[in-house]
């Protein structure tokens, strides 16, 4: 027996995972002039600079995994796509407000608000499909890490 992989099955997932990683992209490009995480000063956990876009694009891969999962599956629906897309958009919004604008702490109330619906959508996704949701617990990890990392940021150079 051969398992074969078409167009039909591979698609929700190249699609899903491109959406993210696509506008993290581009967020990144539209934030780039803008960054000084290397000029403030930073709590005594803070991860070197390089860490951020590897982190986010393996999130933003395990992201569009999850959803491709509920896609490929037809589990998904319009509570559980609003909750991802809503999350997507607050997430992507987040280092604009934080690096462009220097709202620091506007974005530690973000990025929290940002924690909350990815556990939200953590736990949506777990109810369709175990590993769909357990997948996001990195997501919700780091987010709820760099909730931290902004708040410190934030009084440290206040």
Do not use: C
Request: aromatic residues 16%.
């Amino acid at each position: 027996m051969s398992a074969t992989i078409s167009w039909k099955t591979i698609k929700p997932y190249a699609v899903s995972i491109l959406i993210p990683v696509a506008l993290g992209a581009l967020v990144g490009w539209i934030i780039s002039g803008s960054m000084d995480y290397d000029m403030v000063q930073k709590p005594a956990l803070a991860p070197p600079a390089i860490l951020f876009p590897i982190v986010w694009s393996i999130l933003y891969v395990l992201m569009g995994v999850s959803y491709g999962i509920l896609k490929e599956r037809r589990l998904h629906d319009a509570g559980t796509m609003s909750v991802y897309y809503v999350q997507l958009a607050v997430n992507l919004l987040w280092p604009i407000f934080f690096f462009v604008l220097k709202w620091r702490l506007f974005s530690f109330f973000w990025i929290v608000a940002l924690a909350i619906l990815v556990i939200l959508m953590a736990v949506r996704f777990y109810r369709k499909n175990p590993a769909a949701g357990l997948l996001q617990i990195p997501y919700a990890a780091w987010t709820l890490f760099a909730s931290y990392l902004n708040l410190a940021v934030f009084l440290l150079n206040e």
